[in-house]
């Protein structure tokens, strides 16, 4: 009889977004006709711009002729789409080529595939609260370890994000040999400058460690001190892998389009500069056929100077939106951060009747109160308790009724 890995038994039991969809049905059928504001989606909102989808119709009208007709092209991607990315982070003022990126079909399955590269007994550095998908996928590659009472892995150094270091922690004071670091973050918000992640790249020079940068919101940076790319930091091709989205910048989670950046210089313990590089190349070849030729066919275009621009059309909407959230909360008392530069408002749970309410009270309070969906910060990690992030994501007449909602119907002392 097969038998189930264990690895797969070690998955956390409670999911976050099935839990929120069930509290909301029930509302929903306590209360029969209510409308929901869901300010809790990590999907957006606007329509791809008419260049982009052009150029994709056309991709696949091509298709169906012998002369213009394509199949597969290799598992990494098309030449033009990588030539684009290279001028784009040669724009940035870092150093890629071509052949150092892997274009992929969106990021979440390099997130969570990266630490393949990675033997076990490796230790792994992880924000708290973070994207769940790296906690999860180390967990079913059988490499976090053992699990202590509070559901942390031995495998796992937890970096606590807290209100007192600004939701950026200092760098180790112990080694880690892999710290996956998410800037602009999911779920806070938070952005780090040029000058912390500087410590991050000296540090794991220093210590032979490797960062896997996640700059899937990089694109919602405003702030001119604040990196979009590890590799505006001297020091960052030796020591990081960047992955990289076209999702929440252009609209792609449905098309789905990223990449991920391996620099031929990268260097870890028991391989030479360039091996990294040819690992993944290989790997990629056994388990990707690569991205969709259509798909590929929007990046090229998102990545002009004319698609770059609808990108800053695109992310400013997201951004009004935030501003308007940050305000409101404002208003009503809760403290907030992020929202500068990301799609994310964290807040601070309210206090009611003189309690503070913990994650999922918040949620069922601004859900009761107001019919306002809002992420509990706890679903992230531990250190997200006595949190909520709020996303801009949705469309603004949303956005501004949900928070007119919460204005106007939320007990907050
Ligand atoms: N990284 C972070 C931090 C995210 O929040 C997400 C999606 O929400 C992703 C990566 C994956 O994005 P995609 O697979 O759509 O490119």
Redesign the pocket.
């Known amino acids: 009889m097969a038998e189930i890995a264990k690895d797969y038994q070690q998955l956390p039991k409670n999911y976050l977004f099935r839990e929120i969809k069930q509290r909301k049905l029930a509302h929903i059928a306590r209360r029969p006709g209510v409308h929901v504001y869901d300010l809790g989606i990590?999907d957006v909102s606007l329509p791809l711009p008419s260049n982009v989808t052009n150029a994709m119709a056309q991709k696949a009208l091509s298709l169906e002729y012998a002369e213009t007709f394509t199949g597969y092209e290799g598992s990494e991607g098309g030449v033009e789409l990588k030539n684009r990315i290279a001028e784009y982070y040669h724009a940035l003022g870092a150093d890629i080529l071509p052949q150092e990126i892997f274009i992929n079909d969106?990021?979440?399955g390099d997130?969570a595939d990266v630490q393949t590269l990675f033997a076990s007994g490796t230790t792994f550095g992880l924000q708290d609260p973070a994207?769940p998908v790296y906690a999860n996928s180390i967990i079913l590659s059988g490499k976090a370890g053992e699990v202590d009472n509070n559901g942390q892995h031995k495998n796992i150094v937890y970096l606590e994000c807290t209100e007192e270091n600004d939701f950026i922690p200092d760098v180790p004071k112990e080694k880690i040999d892999v710290i996956y670091l998410?800037f602009p973050n999911?779920p806070t918000g938070a952005t780090a400058s040029e000058k912390t992640l500087k410590k991050y790249v000296d540090y794991a020079n220093d210590n032979k460690a490797i960062l896997i940068f996640?700059a899937?919101y990089s694109w919602f940076i405003r702030e001119t001190d604040k990196p979009k790319s590890i590799y505006e930091v001297e020091g960052a091709n030796t020591c990081a892998i960047e992955i990289q989205?076209l999702?929440k910048a252009a609209g792609f989670?449905g098309v789905r389009l990223?990449w991920t950046v391996i620099p031929q210089e990268l260097s870890a313990e028991n391989v030479d500069p360039g091996e990294i590089n040819q690992l993944w190349r290989k790997r990629q070849q056994i388990h990707f056929n690569g991205p969709s030729n259509v798909a590929q066919a929007g990046g090229e275009v998102i990545l002009s100077p004319t698609g770059l621009e609808s990108v800053v059309e695109s992310t400013n909407y997201y951004l009004n939106n935030a501003k308007s959230i940050k305000a409101t909360l404002a208003k009503a008392g809760i403290k907030s951060w992020g929202g500068v530069n990301a799609p994310y408002v964290w807040s601070e749970t309210p206090t009611v009747d003189g309690k503070k309410l913990s994650s999922w009270e918040a949620f069922d309070h601004y859900l009761e109160r107001a019919n306002v969906i809002a992420t509990p910060g706890v679903g992230f990690g531990p250190s997200g308790e006595g949190f909520t992030r709020f996303s801009a994501f949705g469309k603004s007449e949303d956005n501004d009724a949900a928070i007119k909602a919460i204005v106007d119907n939320l007990q907050t002392n």
Do not use: E, H, P
Request: hydrophobic letters at 15%.
């Open positions: 990590g969106g990021a979440k997130c994207y998410c999911n996640d899937a989205s999702s989670t990223g």
